[in-house]
């Protein structure tokens, strides 16, 4: 018998499967820098603006290290980088406008979204590949700290949470989707 493990047809191999991983999160890190970006153009000087600039400076560092992960391993980025620029920057603005609750709120949602995603992730690789599974569990502490924070914050006193909150995870499974495949 052969130790090469079989795949239907269409299936990604192990290295597309690596490649498919360091996109979307790259991804998601520069959607989550926009979100970032969007609620403090419109919250700037408030008060809720301290600890939302701390998160971005966090996610810009995310962002720095999956770059550099993929120009080191020569991964392309997703072709919907464009559109994550833009829905990243008005859902981060939206949120904000509707006050500082809810662009908590959209930290929830997207964090308990990037949690499971980071999970999900950490558990595929195990020990295949120590340098991304470290970053992918470096980045997924943060995100729960942020998570945790935006809820201390009073997101979920938010009205019409559930539906908000709802709407930006939706959204936020459709970018990972979309972002490995394209």
Same mark, same amino acid.
């Given at each position: ?55 971005? +400076?966090? $996610?810009?560092? !995310? ?5 550099? &992960? ?8 997703? *072709? =919907? ?59 997924? +502490?943060? $995100?729960?700290? !942020? ?5 201390? &914050? ?8 559930? *539906? =908000? ?18």
């Amino acid at each position: 018998m052969s130790d090469i493990p079989r795949r239907l047809p269409g299936e990604p191999t192990r290295d597309e499967e690596t490649s498919r991983m360091i996109r979307v999160d790259q991804a998601g890190e520069y959607g989550a820098v926009r979100i970032y970006e969007g609620q403090l153009a419109v919250l700037g000087a408030r008060a809720s603006g301290v600890p939302i600039r701390r998160m971005a +400076a966090q $996610e810009a560092t !995310h962002l720095e290290k999956f770059d550099r &992960l993929m120009t080191g391993r020569r991964v392309r980025p997703t *072709l =919907l980088s464009p559109v994550w620029h833009m829905a990243g920057f008005a859902l981060g603005a939206a949120t904000a406008l509707m006050g500082e609750k809810a662009a908590m709120a959209c930290t929830v949602a997207v964090e308990e979204v990037i949690d499971e995603h980071y999970a999900r992730q950490a558990e595929r690789l195990a020990d295949e590949d120590p340098e991304l599974s470290g970053l992918i569990e470096e980045c997924r +502490a943060e $995100e729960v700290e !942020h998570k945790q924070e935006a809820e201390s &914050l009073g997101a979920r006193e938010t009205p019409g949470y559930p *539906l =908000l909150s709802g709407a930006i995870k939706a959204g936020s499974r459709l970018a990972i989707w979309l972002s490995s495949r394209v």
